[in-house]
């Protein structure tokens, strides 16, 4: 499966030292889905990519949080 934009980004940025926060896929505008059942319907494909983005966010707070250390 091809990764999103926010993946690639998150790919790309920690490959060259930071670690930017993911953001999410832009939503389709009010008059992007033509209501005649295109396969794939701009909305399919919107969900897909919140659920790349999903999947890429939850990985990189898991990157956060295992980078902070409690000072005990």
Do not use: H, I
């Amino acid at each position: 499966m091809p990764l999103c934009r926010a993946a690639w980004q998150a790919q790309d940025a920690f490959a060259a030292g930071s670690d930017p926060r993911p953001e999410p896929p832009e939503a389709p505008g009010p008059n992007e889905c033509c209501e005649s059942g295109c396969v794939p319907c701009v909305y399919d494909l919107y969900a897909e990519a919140m659920q790349e983005y999903r999947e890429a966010l939850a990985a990189w707070e898991q990157r956060q949080a295992g980078g902070q250390e409690t000072a005990n």
